[in-house]
């Protein structure tokens, strides 16, 4: 697609990947500096996934939603945790199966 050959697609894809699993991660805490000014890190995503939510939209360079307003520190968010019991996880799990039977 677009002149590249398919393995340069292929090992961005396998890259990509491997680093939004690295940005969803809840086991590292904050990255040197230099990093956190330009790229997008654990600290910088988790508040995109929290309430509200409208922030740090960045996949690899939080340098964009810096220049957009649109970043937001995790410092500057209030501490939320979610508790869910296992019956409402269990009946989400069938509400999304039962999509997929006939």
């Not at 805490?29 to 995109?48: A, D, K, Q, V, Y």
Request: glycine letters at 4%; proline letters at 7%.
């Amino acid at each position: 697609a677009l002149g590249l050959p398919v393995t340069h697609f292929i090992r961005h894809n396998r890259l990509n990947t491997v680093y939004q699993f690295w940005i969803h991660t809840e086991i590292v805490g904050r990255c040197p500096w230099l990093i956190e000014l330009f790229m997008n890190t654990p600290s910088h995503h988790r508040p995109h996934h929290r309430p509200p939510g409208n922030c740090n939209y960045a996949g690899v360079l939080i340098i964009w939603d810096r220049l957009f307003c649109t970043f937001q520190s995790e410092r500057h968010l209030p501490a939320t945790k979610v508790i869910t019991s296992s019956s409402a996880t269990l009946a989400n799990g069938r509400v999304r199966s039962h999509t997929c039977q006939r």
